[in-house]
Nanobody, 122 residues
Framework: QVQLVESGGGLVQAGGSLRLSCTVS????????MGWYRQAPGKEREMVAL???????NYADSLKGRFTISRDNAKNTVYLQMNSLKPDDTGVYYC????????????????WGQGTQVTVSS
């Protein structure tokens, strides 16, 4: 059974930083792209950042320069470094991973984590 476990959320003052982690465990043969999404109260889930297996990244335009996504393929872990946090960054942050369920990578499935709460106070 594949699981994604996020950690690192919490309460921080505006201007502060947090680092989120998400580790994939279970019977997989690695991961393709991994990503972070967030959902603020009363709003739809939105993409925050994506990273491919070779490290190419893509960010939501509004977050460029403040957030950095990275990954450790050996640990099947993706990170999100969040700096200069604002109250508008408050929400539940979810990671996802496009996992390889077979050695040849043909069978794939996207899994989601349970989410971690980030609250930024003004």
């Amino acid at each position: 059974q594949v699981q994604l476990v996020e950690s690192g959320g919490g309460l921080v003052q505006a201007g502060g930083s947090l680092r989120l982690s998400c580790t994939v465990s279970g019977s997989i043969f690695g991961t393709n792209s991994m990503g972070w999404y967030r959902q603020a109260p009363g709003k739809e889930r939105e993409m925050v950042a994506l990273i491919t297996s070779v490290g190419s990244t893509n960010y939501a335009d509004s977050l460029k320069g403040r957030f950095t996504i990275s990954r450790d393929n050996a640990k099947n872990t993706v990170y999100l470094q969040m700096n200069s946090l604002k109250p508008d960054d408050t929400g539940v942050y979810y990671c996802n991973a496009d996992t390889k369920l077979t050695a040849n990578g043909i069978l794939r499935r996207v899994f989601w984590g349970q989410g971690t709460q980030v609250t930024v106070s003004s």
